[in-house]
């Protein structure tokens, strides 16, 4: 990498967030995360893979100006040896990690993903990951019945004892509003965390008010589920790809939501832990079938920040200051 493109990149994570900086300090302990997917044009899951190196690189890149970002999320242990990759990388980095385990509807692969978190326990260790994550939007995707994912929660957590435990949802299926499962409440008693995914876009909601609904839907479970610690475990705006009726991807409206979300979620009176979504963008999820899963990052493929966040000015004084 260039000398040049390394100082651009270096905008990438921290030209977002010392938007805020100058006005705003994070709460102690607060997270401030971005979800990493280290997969650059023509890699993607089960190869060609990243290599240590590159996710290296990658996560000096998201910490290297400071700024306010503390934490980062990944999805997955095995694929790619992504857990060591990512975990080793981190630390280097100074960063915590969320540290996702995948599970799908393959059941078998679901075992030796877990046999593989025990593996990274046992040889690399766990230092630096301040959380587990158990699966992502299983229930939604309609993977795993309930139990069997509560299965895999308190197996993970035999594996990682002191290390909290949670799995990801969008917000509805925390309160109870998908048909197919009613009643949250075995799986909110299975998690430490309640990790929640919250996209605007995908429900269709317009950007003036994307932000406001992100907050109203975490208040919402907030408010239903009193005794647990809420945190978003994605939110975001993709860049390009298909409309969702007033919901549209662009540039502006990407850094519209991501200065307007980070000032509230940092100096409001709600400050929030979060994951945005995402750091870089993916060319290999436009195979997926829509060409706006490959646009979420805040960054382009090629490492080059999309936006110069800093020329926006800082964020205005929290009420009440």
Same mark, same amino acid.
């Given at each position: 990498m260039t000398f040049r493109r390394r100082v651009f990149t270096r905008l990438l994570v921290s030209a977002t967030l010392l938007v805020v900086a100058s006005m705003a300090r994070a709460t102690p302990g607060q997270v401030i995360g971005l979800d990493y997917g280290p997969f650059r044009d023509g890699q993607r899951p089960g190869g060609p893979c990243p290599s240590q190196q590159q996710v290296a690189e990658d996560l000096q890149i998201l910490t290297s100006a400071l700024g306010l970002l503390n934490s980062?999320?990944?999805?997955?242990?095995?694929?790619?040896?992504?857990?060591?990759?990512?975990?080793?990388?981190t630390r280097t980095a100074g960063l915590t990690l969320a540290l996702g385990t995948w599970l799908s509807a393959?059941?078998?692969?679901?075992?030796?993903?877990?046999?593989?978190?025990?593996?990274?326990?046992?040889?690399?260790?766990?230092?630096?990951?301040?959380?587990?994550?158990?699966g992502s939007e299983v229930l939604l995707r309609g993977d795993l019945p309930m139990a069997e994912l509560i299965q895999a929660i308190q197996e993970v957590r035999t594996i990682v004892p002191g290390i909290p435990v949670a799995t990801v949802e969008p917000w509805h299926i925390w309160l109870g509003l998908d048909g197919r499962y009613p009643n949250p409440t075995p799986l909110i008693e299975a998690v430490d965390v309640i990790a929640v995914n919250v996209h605007p876009y995908w429900e269709g909601v317009c950007i003036g008010q994307a932000v406001d609904f992100v907050f109203d839907r975490v208040?919402?479970?907030?408010?239903?589920?009193?005794?647990?610690?809420? $945190?978003?475990?994605?939110?975001?705006?993709?860049?390009? +790809?298909? =409309?969702?009726?007033?919901?549209? %991807?662009?540039?502006?409206?990407?850094?519209?939501?991501?200065?307007?979300?980070?000032?509230?979620?940092?100096?409001?009176?709600n400050?929030?832990?979060?994951?945005?979504?995402?750091?870089?963008?993916?060319?290999?999820?436009? $195979?997926?079938?829509?060409?706006?899963?490959?646009?979420? +990052?805040? =960054?382009?493929?090629?490492?080059? %920040?999309?936006?110069d966040f800093a020329a926006l000015g800082p964020c205005p004084p929290a009420p009440g200051t």
């Open positions: 980062v999320r990944s999805y997955g242990v095995l694929d790619c040896d992504l857990g060591e990759k990512i975990l080793v990388a393959d059941r078998a692969t679901n075992r030796t993903e877990i046999e593989g978190l025990r593996r990274l326990a046992s040889t690399t260790g766990l230092s630096g990951v301040l959380g587990i994550v158990v208040g919402r479970v907030q408010i239903a589920h009193p005794g647990k610690l809420v $945190a978003v475990s994605e939110t975001g705006w993709p860049t390009s +790809g298909e =409309s969702r009726g007033c919901a549209v %991807p662009s540039l502006l409206n990407q850094s519209r939501f991501l200065v307007e979300f980070v000032c509230r979620a940092i100096t409001g009176p400050r929030l832990h979060f994951y945005l979504f995402s750091a870089f963008d993916e060319r290999w999820k436009a $195979a997926l079938g829509l060409e706006v899963e490959a646009h979420w +990052g805040l =960054s382009n493929p090629d490492r080059t %920040p999309k936006h």
